[in-house]
């Protein structure tokens, strides 16, 4: 199956410091999705990226499916960026489409 | 507040207990997942409805069945469960575009646990 490798697996910043997180898949993907976990579990959607540039405030995330990696950048940290930052893909397999997620990045940004 | 709404937000049963988790959503999705999510790990997917038929079920102990009553709604009944099952369970939902799955969007999730 395709695998999806996340790096670094912890990150500490100070606040308003700036991070980029990378996320690399083994094959080619039809859908590719960021998630942030914060520390009470909810998994919140932050952007579906299959190829391309998008930005959402502090936030923005750059995907090159032909070379097979996502950047996610953070801007301007604050607290409440902490957590646990998810890459997941989606390949599509003639029926068989699930996400599979990377290991993480676990992000702590001190005040 | 998220779109997918989950019940209840913490579990607490034996192991000869039945219960079920259950997941609502109104967005007109028509693909739900249930994933299982241990302790500092990535979620893992459980089951997944399209169309409310099961259409992928990752091999899944028969102490978990899931249920897809109509378009919004997706159970999840346990039953005889082990201590191992204790996780938070997510619950998702997407569109579908052709055979493509739009991007999910996850429910906070039940934490369960099992004494």
């Known amino acids: 199956g395709i695998q999806v490798e996340q790096s670094p697996p912890d990150l500490i910043l100070q606040e308003g410091a700036n991070s980029t997180l990378r996320c690399n898949f083994s094959?080619?993907?039809?859908?590719l999705q960021w998630f942030h976990q914060n520390p009470w579990g909810q998994l919140i959607n932050l952007f579906y990226?299959?190829?391309g540039t998008k930005q959402n405030g502090r936030l923005s995330a750059t995907t090159v499916a032909t070379e097979r990696y996502s950047l996610l950048y953070i801007s301007s940290s604050q607290t409440t960026d902490s957590g646990v930052y998810f890459c997941?893909?989606?390949?599509?397999?003639?029926?068989?489409?699930?996400?599979?997620f990377g290991k993480g990045t676990k992000l702590t940004v001190n005040p | 507040d998220t779109e997918v709404t989950q019940t209840p937000k913490h579990l607490v049963m034996g192991m000869t207990n039945k219960k079920s988790l259950k997941c609502e959503q109104h967005?007109?999705?028509?693909?739900m997942y249930w994933y299982k999510q241990k302790a500092k790990k990535p979620p893992e997917l459980m089951f997944v409805?399209?169309?409310?038929?099961?259409?992928i079920n990752e091999s899944v102990p028969s102490r978990f069945s899931p249920e897809c009553p109509n378009s919004s709604l997706l159970n999840l009944h346990l039953h005889a469960l082990q201590p191992e099952d204790s996780a938070l369970y997510l619950c998702?939902?997407?569109?579908?575009?052709?055979?493509?799955?739009?991007?999910?969007?996850f429910g906070d999730g039940t934490r369960l646990s099992i004494l």
């Open positions: 997941a893909v989606e390949r599509f397999a003639g029926g068989s489409e699930k996400l599979v």
């Open positions: 998702a939902s997407s569109r579908l575009k052709g055979q493509i799955n739009q991007p999910q969007h």
């Open positions: 409805y399209s169309y409310e038929k099961l259409s």
């Open positions: 990226i299959p190829s």
């Open positions: 094959d080619s993907v039809n859908n």
């Open positions: 967005m007109g999705h028509r693909a």
